[in-house]
């Protein structure tokens, strides 16, 4: 089974061919530079898509584009789809699509949304995610664009509100090994909220934080002054590559992972969500929790460098 990589040679993209690889699961890089490509594709070019479709059995999408017919031309053919997206009505989009894909694939959804369900099937209530993110590393122009878009945008609360991004803040006690100073975190549009609020039924709520608390501040402070935003540093303000996610469950319990490099992290759940989904293929829209369990990525051994805590 053949998996191609679109932006196989960006920041998340070559980690995954390269875990890939060493799991014998053959995978090529795709994108539109020749020296660095396996194939030459552009995404925005159908009859490129097309061509560089051939032979291929899964598709995960590394390369930032957020476009449904992307996902369709694939699905289309039988080749199943699978999206590192966080952009929550792109991924709605996605669920609608009635062929193969899996959605939420990640650090961010993806860890947080299995760390949440592990919650919500033990404690049936409101469950808050945070997300901690080392602005020290390098993420790529996609993860920082992704960012910076969400400033001055609203989204559903589960109560019916509307929220700003960047607004809302929310203290977390984290793991010491997490290496974290304690400064709250703010709420961001993360698509798995929505997904497991509709599904369960219950609030579930993102918050983002950066390792820096001066980023972060930024960030609260950019959102409410759109004249600002198109000076936003290229690089934010870190010294770090660390990352944690966190639930905290109605009874105020915890679950928590840790680690080093968001970037691989992300890969590193990819490329056991490629592994499971070749050993379990699916025929329809399927969230990443339908198709692994918390205890799938803890006892991987992908993601030894992880380090889970719970409370």
């Known amino acids: 089974m053949a998996v191609l990589v679109l932006g196989g040679y960006g920041t998340v993209g070559a980690h995954l061919v390269r875990l890939l690889r060493a799991e014998g699961i053959p995978a090529e890089a795709a994108g539109r530079d020749a020296a660095r490509a396996d194939r ?23 390369v930032g584009a957020e476009d449904v017919q992307l996902a369709r031309t694939c699905a289309e053919r039988g080749i199943t789809f699978v999206d590192i ?15 193969p894909a899996v959605l939420g694939v990640g650090l961010a959804p993806g860890l947080t949304t299995l760390l949440a369900v592990d919650a919500l099937e033990q404690h049936r209530g409101p469950v808050d995610i945070m997300i901690g993110l080392g602005s020290g590393e390098t993420h790529g122009p996609a993860a920082t664009a992704w960012t910076y878009r969400l400033l001055g945008q609203r989204f559903p ?35 798995d909220q929505h997904r497991l609020t509709r599904e369960f039924g219950v609030p579930v709520r993102t918050y983002l934080r950066l390792d820096s608390r001066l980023a972060t501040l930024g ?33 105020g319990s915890t679950r928590s992972a840790s680690g080093r490099g968001q970037s691989l992290a992300t890969a590193v759940v990819a490329a056991i969500t490629v592994r499971t989904l070749i050993r379990n293929p699916v025929s329809e829209p399927t969230w990443i929790h339908q198709l692994l369990a918390l205890d799938d990525i803890r006892r991987d051994s992908l993601a030894a460098e992880f380090r889970f805590d719970q409370s």
């Open 157 to 191: 609360d589960a109560d019916g509100t509307s929220i700003r991004n960047f607004t809302g803040r929310q203290s977390f006690s984290l793991p010491e090994a997490a290496g974290y100073r304690p400064f709250p975190a703010v709420r961001a549009d993360f698509a």
């Open 40 to 62: 030459v594709v552009d995404v925005s070019d159908g009859a490129s898509v097309d061509a560089a479709l051939a032979e291929t059995s899964v598709v995960v999408n590394c």
């Open 219 to 251: 960030l609260a402070a950019l959102t409410w002054a759109p004249a600002l935003q198109s000076r936003a540093p290229a690089h934010m303000p870190g010294s770090s590559d660390r990352w944690v996610a966190l639930t905290r469950a109605a009874d």
């Open 85 to 99: 997206s966080a952009t929550s009505d792109y991924v709605r989009s996605l669920e609608d699509i009635d062929r």
